[in-house]
Structures are given as C-alpha cells and as structure tokens.
C-alpha cells in the first residue's frame, strides 16, 4: 500500500518535469483560467480516461464521471456539473462515453445484490425495460450488454437534451451539440453512435420548455 501511494507521488514529479520541459509556462498558463469547448460525461471506469483516448491535453475537456455514464434527472451532481459547463464556461459540445465491457452494464443485466449501488443501476434498468423487445431479441449475451451499453448512452443524451440547462442554451441561441460515443477497451477506438443533437426537435412535446 505505501509503495504504491509513494509511486503516485513520484509519478507527479516525473509528470511536472515532463510538462515544465517542453513548455516552462505550461502550469502557469492553466492556473488563470480554463476554457474546454467539450463537456465529457463518463463512467469512472479506471480505463476510460478522457484525455488519454482523446489524446488531448489538460484544460481541453471538462470531466464529469460516474458509474456506467449514467444522466439521471435527479443527480445534482451531474446537473450541477453539466449547468456549469454550458452556463459557464460555454461549451460548444457534451459527449456521452460509455464503453464496452463496463461493470455496471454487466451488474445491471443480472439480479445480484449489491446493496447501495441497486438504486444507481435501477436506472440502466429502466433502459433495458424501454428497449426489452429489441434486447431479449439479441440471444448471444455479449452482444446483448454491448448494445445496452449503447443504448444507455442514447439515453442518457437524451435525458441531456431534457434539462432546462441545455434547452435554455438553444433558447438563447448558442451552439451545443449533444454527442453519443462508445469506447472500445479491447480495441481502443471511440464508436461515434451517430446521435447528434442540436436542438430540441428530436425531443417529445411533452419535454419541450417554453421560455
């Protein structure tokens, strides 16, 4: 345990003199301000780092991450996160990442116990209730997670596209698009679902804020 702590620590230092080498006002340059055109929601999967399979640099992506990328509309959190990157720091683009071969996907489909994370995965359950036909058509069960996986994600754009947040944004008339991308861990490549949203069209009436 302490080696690896003191590892973390020696990879920081190794990291900063990396960075300071091949820009000396790298740091300084970050510590004034950020301004990422993309806001990523992600799962916090140890193997899905968004700069590093984006092979983009600090300050380019704003990050918030949970279990199986879920957007729920009852998570101050990610709305919290998500008002802030629109809001705020005016962002042109939100992607939704989910990946292949994710835990919480996996838990989802089955009927374990987990205790308090249940709560949390009833709502990747909720997506397989809304798309059971087209699942329980799929008879291979690696290709039927893979394609939950999926649709997760489409609905969590969409669930994206339903908060006052980003439809005010359209309101106003800024220009954010609404993303939905699939990570390979087996492969490395990112899966672009083709769900693209501009404004609020594709949403059902019922969704639709009148400001």
Request: overall charge negative; charged content about 25%.
């Amino acid at each position: 345990m302490e080696t690896t702590y003191k590892r973390l620590i020696a990879g920081n230092r190794a990291w900063v003199e990396r960075k300071l080498k091949a820009d000396p006002q790298h740091f300084d340059k970050l510590a004034h301000s950020q301004s990422p055109e993309v806001f990523w929601i992600g799962c916090s999967d140890s193997r899905v780092p968004a700069n590093e399979i984006t092979d983009t640099q600090s300050g380019e992506i704003f990050v918030h991450r949970n279990i199986a990328n879920v957007v729920d509309h009852t998570d101050m959190n990610v709305l919290s996160v998500l008002d802030y990157a629109v809001q705020v720091l005016h962002v042109k683009h939100v992607i939704v990442c989910g990946h292949y071969h994710c835990g919480g996907i996996r838990a989802a489909l089955g009927n374990n116990h987990y205790g308090l994370i249940d709560n949390w995965l009833r709502n990747i359950k909720d997506v397989y209730r809304l798309h059971q036909q087209e699942l329980d058509a799929i008879k291979d069960a690696d290709q039927r997670e893979d394609r939950l996986t999926e649709l997760n994600v489409i609905e969590s754009v969409f669930n994206v596209c339903k908060t006052s947040t980003v439809q005010n944004a359209w309101n106003q008339g800024k220009s954010l698009h609404v993303h939905g991308w699939v990570y390979d861990v087996a492969k490395g490549h990112i899966k672009d679902l083709g769900v693209n949203v501009r404004d609020n069209s594709d949403l059902g009436d019922i969704y639709k804020f009148d400001f």
